[in-house]
């Protein structure tokens, strides 16, 4: 008993010095450390766009501009095309994000609510994972000549089943933890009043898991909003994305940096929007598959 005092003694001298150490000052420091990394690259894209050519080719760089300009915005509003292609990245990222969450959100609940051992869930959940992870490049070429054999090069659809394919996996996995947590005796109470599999997932699970579903919606929502390796192998001209403007700035006489950033900056806006709006649900949804049961 003494000695297990001796050791309770020592643990909170411990954790009372650790206290000390790593108390409300740092942890003040330490945040705005942080939050400084978070928002100096979105402060440099900001300032970029606003910046004339000058000043944004300046060596050493200029943290603050001192002339404010809108010529790259106005050089980016009038580029022939950007209309389209913008919402060529919308229609690709809301179409692929639909089709994301509603097959895989069923495909989920079936997984975690049908005929399966442990193991056996557990297994789809690796492999869906390794799915997500594995590197893209390794397949453009059969892909592409896929599409070509499919006539579907340079087509909205082409993208629209590629970011499928890559975010249906992630939104399996994540919705997977989402519905383990709705607890069975929900599902068992509407299944005694006459429903069936099909009115228990849409009536009673689907509202329930509302939070994950945005959560994993806003996920495969950025990952196909910034999508670029397929959208530049796929595509050449009709069905160019935002990513791929971009990516046009950087030619062989240089980088336009100006007219880059305002671009980004453009493409920023709709997943900021998103994000505010959806926030609350967003970051409920996150905390709801940190606690798995």
Request: glycine share 6%; proline share 5%; net charge positive.
């Amino acid at each position: 008993m003494a000695r297990k005092r001796r050791m309770d003694v020592n643990d909170s001298m411990v954790h009372e010095i650790l206290g000390n150490v790593w108390g409300r000052p740092f942890r003040i420091v330490f945040t705005a450390v942080l939050m400084l990394l978070v928002l100096f690259p979105l402060y440099w894209l900001f300032s970029s766009a606003f910046k004339i050519r000058a000043e944004y080719l300046a060596n050493p760089p200029l943290l603050i501009p001192h002339v404010f300009t809108m010529e790259n915005i106005k050089t980016v509003l009038s580029m022939n095309g950007l209309g389209r292609q913008f919402m060529n990245s919308m229609i690709v990222s809301l179409s692929s994000t639909a089709i994301s969450l509603l097959f895989g959100s069923m495909a989920a609940y079936s997984l975690v609510r049908g005929k399966f051992s442990k193991l056996i869930r557990q297994i789809f959940g690796l492999w869906f994972m390794i799915q997500k992870m594995y590197p893209a490049i390794a397949t453009a070429i059969p892909i592409y000549l896929v599409m070509r054999k499919l006539q579907l090069i340079d087509t909205l659809p082409a993208l629209i089943i590629m970011n499928t394919s890559f975010n249906l996996p992630l939104v399996i996995w994540l919705m997977m933890g989402f519905f383990a947590q709705v607890p069975i005796e929900m599902e068992e109470s509407a299944r005694i009043d006459g429903c069936h599999f099909l009115s228990r997932f849409f009536y009673v699970v689907f509202p329930v898991t509302k939070s994950g579903i945005v959560a994993a919606g806003i996920l495969a929502f950025v990952g196909a909003w910034n999508e670029f390796l397929f959208a530049v192998i796929l595509s050449i001209n009709k069905s160019k994305t935002l990513p791929v403007v971009i990516a046009g700035f950087i030619t062989d006489k240089g980088l336009d940096w100006g007219p880059m950033a305002a671009t980004s900056l453009i493409s920023l806006l709709p997943v900021l929007v998103l994000v505010y709006l959806c926030q609350k649900q967003f970051v409920e949804g996150l905390a709801m598959g940190a606690v798995k049961g």
